[in-house]
């Protein structure tokens, strides 16, 4: 990525589409301090990110959803809500678990398992598909209630319904939110889209 300038504003939702290798994944490990670029700053509020106690407040602001999701061997609430267990005294807030398990399409899968939500996923959830483990991500990130939700290709590996089904229940928080997607489609109802192509980011269609 080279002299690239992008301003999202609080409630935004931005779409991002381009090429496998474009720098997609890399522009939102940025903008999350993932990575940090070699030139140029980051500037929330007109505040320079320069600091790492400034990282740290920025990054808890952050639901990222990413490609490769990880889940630990244990139930799928916990999963789910793990953040808060952390062993801690937290208690889960059930009204928001069972909200983020209908907004990610889980609840019917969920009533077919003998143990339901205490139905343990196996060790990085390999007693589950790709798509059931891409949902119980996302149904993660909308738990954590953060004010900025970044999905990176969260719904690859869904057939085409319940796909289309939780990018309109992403699309619907009251969030600021950037959603990458290899299908431009999933990107219509996005206020801003924007290819990533050739180190820029330009307005789709531009």
Known sequence: LENLNLKINKGDKIGIFGFSGAGKSTLVD????????TNGEILIDNQKLDRHNSFKAWQNQISYVSQNSVLLDDSIRNNITFFENDYSDNEVNNERLHK????SQLSDFIKKLP?????????????????????????????????????????????NDNEKKIIEKILDQNKTIILISHNVDNLEKCDF????????ILPKDS
């Open 115 to 159: 143990q339901g939500i205490d139905t343990n996923v196996g060790d990085l959830g390999n007693r589950l598909s790709g798509g059931q483990i891409q949902r119980i991500a996302i149904a993660r990130a909308l738990y954590k209630n953060k004010d900025f939700l970044i999905f990176d290709e969260p719904t690859s590996a869904l057939d």
């Open 100 to 103: 983020a398990i209908y907004d």
């Open 30 to 37: 940025i903008i999350s301090t993932l990575n940090k670029p």
């Open 193 to 200: 889209v924007y290819e990533i192509k050739n180190k820029k």
